[in-house]
């Protein structure tokens, strides 16, 4: 594998459509995934909430969005450079991503290597 294989720019213009959220995996390993996120006015569906079973830390590069936690009902609402870490099963859900201007999320799923 050549660095040419492996590089590219998160804030690279989108490839389709932005009627729906576009998720593309940078990084896949046993240890970790990291994954560019582009929203556009996308939120979580009403009534679901992740429960991720990887620890996960998020970096919102441009744009804004509020993350919204279940246990204590806690919104936070996150704009360009903010960063939160949600551990392991903790549920939470996406309120509300920018409708007018793209939300760039980086997101890292640390995974417990055996």
Same mark, same amino acid.
């Given at each position: 594998?050549?660095?040419?294989?492996t590089?590219?720019?998160?804030? %690279?213009?989108?490839?389709?459509?932005?009627?729906?959220?576009?998720?593309? #995996? &940078?990084?896949?390993?046993?240890? !970790?995934? *990291?994954?560019?996120?582009?929203?556009?006015?996308?939120?979580?569906?009403?009534?679901?909430?992740?429960?991720?079973?990887?620890?996960?830390?998020?970096?919102?590069?441009?744009? %804004?969005?509020?993350?919204?936690?279940?246990?204590?009902?806690?919104?936070? #609402? &996150?704009?360009?450079?903010?960063? !939160?870490? *949600?551990?392991?099963?903790?549920?939470?859900?996406?309120?509300?991503?920018?409708?007018d201007?793209?939300?760039?999320?980086?997101?890292?799923?640390?995974?417990?290597?055996?």
């Amino acid at each position: 594998m050549t660095a040419r294989d492996t590089r590219g720019n998160v804030f %690279a213009p989108l490839t389709q459509a932005v009627d729906r959220e576009l998720v593309e #995996t &940078l990084v896949d390993d046993p240890a !970790v995934r *990291i994954e560019r996120i582009v929203s556009t006015g996308q939120v979580t569906p009403e009534g679901y909430w992740y429960d991720q079973t990887e620890h996960e830390f998020v970096l919102l590069l441009c744009g %804004a969005a509020v993350l919204h936690f279940e246990a204590d009902d806690r919104r936070i #609402t &996150l704009a360009a450079g903010d960063w !939160v870490e *949600i551990p392991a099963h903790v549920r939470h859900r996406v309120d509300w991503t920018d409708p007018d201007a793209p939300t760039v999320w980086l997101a890292v799923h640390r995974r417990r290597v055996s």
